[in-house]
Protein backbone atom coordinates (compact mmCIF):
# COMPACT_ATOMS: atom_id res chain seq x y z
CA UNK A 1 0.00 0.00 0.00
CA UNK A 2 1.54 2.89 -0.98
CA UNK A 3 1.93 5.90 1.23
CA UNK A 4 -0.66 8.86 1.54
CA UNK A 5 0.56 11.98 -0.56
CA UNK A 6 -1.82 14.35 0.69
CA UNK A 7 -0.71 18.19 1.28
CA UNK A 8 2.80 18.53 2.13
CA UNK A 9 5.55 21.74 1.85
CA UNK A 10 9.29 21.06 0.64
CA UNK A 11 11.33 23.36 0.01
CA UNK A 12 14.62 21.35 -0.54
CA UNK A 13 17.33 22.62 -2.83
CA UNK A 14 16.21 26.15 -1.83
CA UNK A 15 17.42 29.06 0.48
CA UNK A 16 15.21 31.32 1.86
CA UNK A 17 16.39 34.31 3.74
CA UNK A 18 15.11 34.86 7.41
CA UNK A 19 16.41 38.45 9.05
CA UNK A 20 16.13 38.41 12.47
CA UNK A 21 15.87 34.54 12.17
CA UNK A 22 18.13 34.24 15.67
CA UNK A 23 15.75 34.78 18.20
CA UNK A 24 11.78 35.05 18.84
CA UNK A 25 9.53 34.26 15.87
CA UNK A 26 12.75 34.95 13.87
CA UNK A 27 14.00 31.81 15.66
CA UNK A 28 11.09 29.19 14.60
CA UNK A 29 10.26 30.66 11.23
CA UNK A 30 14.40 29.33 10.91
CA UNK A 31 13.35 26.12 12.79
CA UNK A 32 10.32 25.14 10.88
CA UNK A 33 12.09 26.11 7.33
CA UNK A 34 14.82 23.57 7.75
CA UNK A 35 12.46 21.52 9.14
CA UNK A 36 10.54 21.23 5.86
CA UNK A 37 13.88 20.70 4.11
CA UNK A 38 15.01 24.51 3.67
CA UNK A 39 18.76 25.72 3.42
CA UNK A 40 18.51 28.83 5.70
CA UNK A 41 20.28 32.16 5.23
CA UNK A 42 19.63 33.78 8.67
CA UNK A 43 20.51 37.82 9.53
CA UNK A 44 21.05 39.38 12.70
CA UNK A 45 22.10 42.74 13.48
CA UNK A 46 24.25 42.44 16.82
CA UNK A 47 23.05 39.63 19.17
CA UNK A 48 25.67 38.09 20.87
CA UNK A 49 24.46 34.54 20.97
CA UNK A 50 23.27 34.60 17.35
CA UNK A 51 26.20 32.58 16.04
CA UNK A 52 25.87 30.06 18.78
CA UNK A 53 22.09 30.07 18.37
CA UNK A 54 21.41 29.31 14.93
CA UNK A 55 24.78 26.51 15.37
CA UNK A 56 21.96 25.24 17.49
CA UNK A 57 19.33 24.79 14.72
CA UNK A 58 21.91 23.28 12.83
CA UNK A 59 22.64 20.19 14.82
CA UNK A 60 19.26 19.92 15.03
CA UNK A 61 18.72 19.43 11.34
CA UNK A 62 21.93 18.59 10.08
CA UNK A 63 21.07 17.94 6.90
CA UNK A 64 20.59 21.18 5.76
CA UNK A 65 22.97 24.58 5.34
CA UNK A 66 22.24 27.08 7.97
CA UNK A 67 24.33 30.16 8.26
CA UNK A 68 24.09 33.30 9.73
CA UNK A 69 25.44 36.65 8.54
CA UNK A 70 25.77 39.53 10.42
CA UNK A 71 23.97 42.66 8.83
CA UNK A 72 22.09 46.22 9.89
CA UNK A 73 19.00 45.91 7.08
CA UNK A 74 19.08 50.02 7.32
CA UNK A 75 22.20 50.04 4.99
CA UNK A 76 21.73 49.60 1.84
CA UNK A 77 25.21 48.98 0.51
CA UNK A 78 26.14 46.17 3.10
CA UNK A 79 22.64 44.70 2.11
CA UNK A 80 22.89 44.30 -1.34
CA UNK A 81 26.67 43.13 -0.36
CA UNK A 82 25.13 40.31 1.86
CA UNK A 83 22.35 39.21 -0.36
CA UNK A 84 24.94 38.65 -2.74
CA UNK A 85 27.16 36.83 -0.51
CA UNK A 86 24.36 34.18 0.50
CA UNK A 87 23.36 34.13 -3.09
CA UNK A 88 27.19 32.63 -3.74
CA UNK A 89 27.60 30.82 -0.53
CA UNK A 90 24.16 28.52 -1.06
CA UNK A 91 24.79 27.95 -5.02
CA UNK A 92 24.30 24.85 -6.83
CA UNK A 93 26.94 23.81 -8.84
CA UNK A 94 24.64 22.28 -11.21
CA UNK A 95 22.37 24.80 -11.93
CA UNK A 96 22.52 28.40 -13.21
CA UNK A 97 19.56 30.17 -11.32
CA UNK A 98 19.73 31.75 -7.98
CA UNK A 99 19.32 29.09 -4.96
CA UNK A 100 16.89 31.50 -3.01
CA UNK A 101 13.63 31.32 -3.37
CA UNK A 102 12.06 33.49 -0.22
CA UNK A 103 12.51 35.74 1.78
CA UNK A 104 10.81 36.39 5.30
CA UNK A 105 11.80 40.08 6.31
CA UNK A 106 11.14 39.40 10.09
CA UNK A 107 13.82 42.09 11.83
CA UNK A 108 11.43 44.53 14.15
CA UNK A 109 12.09 46.73 16.82
CA UNK A 110 9.99 49.13 19.44
CA UNK A 111 10.35 51.54 21.95
CA UNK A 112 7.33 51.96 24.28
CA UNK A 113 7.05 55.74 25.80
CA UNK A 114 4.32 58.40 25.93
CA UNK A 115 3.99 60.48 22.34
CA UNK A 116 5.25 63.69 24.28
CA UNK A 117 7.73 61.99 24.96
CA UNK A 118 9.20 60.29 21.68
CA UNK A 119 12.17 62.13 20.01
CA UNK A 120 13.70 62.10 16.19
CA UNK A 121 15.84 59.63 17.28
CA UNK A 122 13.21 57.11 18.51
CA UNK A 123 11.58 57.57 14.76
CA UNK A 124 14.25 56.76 13.08
CA UNK A 125 15.37 53.44 15.25
CA UNK A 126 11.75 52.30 14.32
CA UNK A 127 11.70 53.18 11.45
CA UNK A 128 14.60 52.68 9.59
CA UNK A 129 14.47 48.76 10.92
CA UNK A 130 10.89 48.20 10.85
CA UNK A 131 9.61 49.80 7.19
CA UNK A 132 12.86 50.99 5.59
CA UNK A 133 15.14 47.67 6.42
CA UNK A 134 12.03 45.70 5.44
CA UNK A 135 12.18 47.62 2.13
CA UNK A 136 15.89 46.93 2.10
CA UNK A 137 15.88 43.69 2.16
CA UNK A 138 13.13 42.94 0.05
CA UNK A 139 14.39 45.44 -2.97
CA UNK A 140 17.97 43.57 -2.58
CA UNK A 141 16.27 40.04 -2.74
CA UNK A 142 13.65 40.81 -5.69
CA UNK A 143 16.45 42.48 -7.57
CA UNK A 144 18.08 39.28 -7.76
CA UNK A 145 14.90 37.57 -8.94
CA UNK A 146 14.12 40.03 -11.56
CA UNK A 147 18.11 39.71 -12.79
CA UNK A 148 17.56 36.16 -13.05
CA UNK A 149 14.41 35.98 -14.55
CA UNK A 150 13.18 33.70 -11.22
CA UNK A 151 10.03 33.70 -9.14
CA UNK A 152 10.41 34.27 -5.77
CA UNK A 153 7.99 34.99 -2.52
CA UNK A 154 8.69 37.14 0.20
CA UNK A 155 6.72 37.25 3.39
CA UNK A 156 7.03 40.42 5.58
CA UNK A 157 6.04 40.23 9.40
CA UNK A 158 3.97 42.99 9.83
CA UNK A 159 1.60 42.72 13.75
CA UNK A 160 -2.53 43.13 14.28
CA UNK A 161 -0.56 46.68 15.68
CA UNK A 162 -1.07 47.64 11.93
CA UNK A 163 -4.85 47.76 12.28
CA UNK A 164 -5.31 48.72 15.92
CA UNK A 165 -3.91 50.41 19.26
CA UNK A 166 -2.75 47.96 21.71
CA UNK A 167 -4.21 48.71 25.47
CA UNK A 168 -2.24 47.82 28.35
CA UNK A 169 -5.59 48.01 30.70
CA UNK A 170 -8.98 48.98 30.03
CA UNK A 171 -9.33 52.14 28.36
CA UNK A 172 -5.24 52.85 28.49
CA UNK A 173 -3.14 52.37 25.32
CA UNK A 174 0.26 50.64 24.93
CA UNK A 175 1.86 53.59 23.92
CA UNK A 176 3.98 52.76 21.47
CA UNK A 177 3.15 55.11 18.69
CA UNK A 178 5.76 54.60 16.31
CA UNK A 179 5.94 50.84 16.80
CA UNK A 180 2.56 50.63 15.43
CA UNK A 181 2.39 53.01 12.66
CA UNK A 182 4.94 51.36 11.65
CA UNK A 183 3.77 48.73 10.95
CA UNK A 184 0.72 50.09 9.20
CA UNK A 185 3.31 51.41 6.99
CA UNK A 186 4.64 48.46 6.34
CA UNK A 187 1.33 46.38 5.92
CA UNK A 188 1.45 49.16 3.17
CA UNK A 189 4.52 48.62 1.66
CA UNK A 190 3.31 45.27 1.66
CA UNK A 191 0.56 45.60 -1.10
CA UNK A 192 2.89 48.35 -3.42
CA UNK A 193 5.65 45.99 -3.74
CA UNK A 194 3.14 43.14 -4.44
CA UNK A 195 1.43 45.11 -7.37
CA UNK A 196 5.17 46.62 -8.89
CA UNK A 197 6.85 43.43 -8.90
CA UNK A 198 3.59 40.48 -9.50
CA UNK A 199 4.27 40.62 -13.43
CA UNK A 200 7.93 39.21 -12.55
CA UNK A 201 6.42 36.34 -11.06
CA UNK A 202 6.97 37.70 -7.49
CA UNK A 203 5.13 37.50 -4.50
CA UNK A 204 4.77 39.51 -1.47
CA UNK A 205 2.48 39.24 1.44
CA UNK A 206 2.25 40.23 4.78
CA UNK A 207 2.04 37.99 8.14
CA UNK A 208 0.46 39.87 11.06
CA UNK A 209 1.18 37.87 14.24
CA UNK A 210 -1.09 38.71 17.35
CA UNK A 211 0.11 38.49 21.33
CA UNK A 212 3.46 36.06 21.11
CA UNK A 213 5.55 34.34 23.62
CA UNK A 214 9.23 35.70 23.20
CA UNK A 215 11.67 37.04 25.39
CA UNK A 216 10.35 40.65 24.39
CA UNK A 217 6.91 39.82 25.85
CA UNK A 218 8.40 37.89 28.93
CA UNK A 219 10.00 41.72 29.83
CA UNK A 220 6.60 43.26 30.16
CA UNK A 221 4.55 43.66 33.02
CA UNK A 222 2.53 40.58 34.28
CA UNK A 223 -0.13 42.00 34.69
CA UNK A 224 -0.87 43.57 31.15
CA UNK A 225 0.17 40.52 29.57
CA UNK A 226 -2.74 38.43 31.73
CA UNK A 227 -4.87 41.48 31.30
CA UNK A 228 -3.82 41.04 27.51
CA UNK A 229 -4.11 37.60 27.27
CA UNK A 230 -7.78 38.18 28.54
CA UNK A 231 -8.91 39.82 26.49
CA UNK A 232 -8.66 37.01 23.37
CA UNK A 233 -10.99 34.57 22.32
CA UNK A 234 -8.57 32.10 22.70
CA UNK A 235 -6.98 33.51 25.82
CA UNK A 236 -3.37 32.95 25.67
CA UNK A 237 -0.63 34.54 24.00
CA UNK A 238 0.79 32.49 21.22
CA UNK A 239 3.69 29.96 21.15
CA UNK A 240 6.41 31.51 18.14
CA UNK A 241 6.00 28.51 16.13
CA UNK A 242 1.92 28.85 16.02
CA UNK A 243 3.38 31.62 13.56
CA UNK A 244 5.05 29.39 10.98
CA UNK A 245 2.60 27.86 9.59
CA UNK A 246 1.00 30.50 7.26
CA UNK A 247 4.59 31.85 6.60
CA UNK A 248 5.80 28.50 5.01
CA UNK A 249 2.13 28.47 3.26
CA UNK A 250 3.18 31.52 1.61
CA UNK A 251 6.84 30.85 0.96
CA UNK A 252 5.02 27.22 -0.95
CA UNK A 253 4.02 26.87 -4.03
CA UNK A 254 0.37 26.18 -2.45
CA UNK A 255 0.27 29.88 -1.98
CA UNK A 256 1.19 30.91 -6.29
CA UNK A 257 -1.90 33.09 -6.24
CA UNK A 258 -1.95 34.48 -3.24
CA UNK A 259 -0.31 37.88 -3.09
CA UNK A 260 -0.84 41.99 -1.60
CA UNK A 261 -2.34 39.83 1.21
CA UNK A 262 -1.96 40.43 5.04
CA UNK A 263 -2.97 37.02 7.19
CA UNK A 264 -3.68 37.89 10.61
CA UNK A 265 -2.77 35.28 13.25
CA UNK A 266 -3.92 36.63 16.28
CA UNK A 267 -5.74 34.34 18.66
CA UNK A 268 -9.21 36.09 17.91
CA UNK A 269 -7.68 39.76 18.79
CA UNK A 270 -9.99 41.70 15.77
CA UNK A 271 -13.00 39.93 15.52
CA UNK A 272 -13.90 42.95 18.14
Not at 50 to 73: H, M, N, R, T, W
Not at 175 to 181: I, L, R
Not at 232 to 261: K, N, V
Amino acid sequence: MSAPSGFSINFSGQCIIVTGGNRGIGYAFTRALAASGANVAVIYRNHPTALKDVGEVSKEFPGVKIKAYQCDVSDTEVVTRVVNQINEDFAIPEKKTTPITGLIANAGVSVVKPALELTHEDFKKIYDVNVFGVFNIARAVAKLWQDNKTKGSIVINSSMSSQIINKAKDASPLTQVFYNSSKAAVSNLTKGLAAEWAKDGIRVNALSPGYVKTAQTAGMDKGMRDYQAGQLPLGRFAEPDEMTGQALLLLSDHASYMTGGEYFIDGGQLIY
